[in-house]
């Protein structure tokens, strides 16, 4: 029902996200573009296989909002890291009617003539701090079919949280990924990549 589209790292600035892929990656980032909507800008790395790589940060240029922003960064004072991880469905109402409570509710963007939907909370936090994937909806071209290809691959996604164990089966029953991989301990989030260069760790 759901498929994993993109994974994510949060910063306090985005020069420091991309620094912080490129030292892990060996690889620059590719320039994004700003999120009118949350006040927030980008940069994004293809991966094979469809799926990307973003870094997202406040937007320092653009008007603080009235409403939290996305992916729990208002306020956020710790440093660039892998924190969040995002999966696209075809049909958002079914995935969502099987969800946890404050997943939230779609939220309808454009930039330039990418055209998604969003399911983000009143907070703008995910369910389980993270562990939990954020769900999205394309309407026009995904955004990894945009991207240039880096040569790296994920091989693997390990989401590690204390109370996994508690929502593992239901999230199961959503996502079929054997390349993601769920387990219980000290919340953290790793990435895995094989490339010409050879095996990347992300964190």
């Known amino acids: 029902m759901m498929k994993l589209d993109h994974i994510v790292v949060t910063c306090d600035r985005l020069e420091d996200g991309c620094a912080h892929v490129e030292e892990a990656l060996g690889l620059p980032m590719q320039p994004g573009g700003?999120?009118?909507f949350f006040g927030t800008h980008n940069a994004l790395l293809g991966l094979a296989d469809g799926l990307y790589l973003e870094v997202i940060a406040v937007d320092p240029d653009a008007p603080v909002p009235d409403y939290a922003r996305w992916f729990g960064l208002d306020g956020r004072r710790a440093g660039a890291r892998l924190s969040h991880w995002v999966c696209r469905s075809d049909d958002l109402g079914p995935?969502?009617?099987r969800g946890p409570g404050g997943w939230g509710l779609p939220i309808t963007l454009e930039r330039g003539d990418l055209r998604w939907a969003m399911v983000t909370s009143e907070t703008g936090e995910m369910p389980w701090s993270g562990?939990?994937?954020g769900l999205l909806q394309w309407y026009s071209q995904p955004a990894a079919e945009r991207l240039a290809p880096s040569g790296l691959?994920?091989?693997g996604l390990e989401i590690s949280h204390p109370q996994a164990g508690m929502w593992r089966g239901d999230l199961g029953a959503l996502?079929?990924?054997?390349?993601v991989m769920l387990r219980e301990g000290p919340q953290g989030m790793r990435a895995v990549f094989s490339g010409p260069d050879g095996v990347k760790v992300l964190t």
Do not use: I, Q, Y
Request: hydrophobic residues 40%; aromatic residues 6%; proline residues 6%.
């Open 153 to 155: 691959r994920l091989d």
């Open 95 to 97: 995935v969502l009617g």
């Open 131 to 133: 562990g939990w994937p």
């Open 34 to 36: 700003k999120h009118v």
């Open 175 to 179: 996502l079929n990924d054997a390349g």
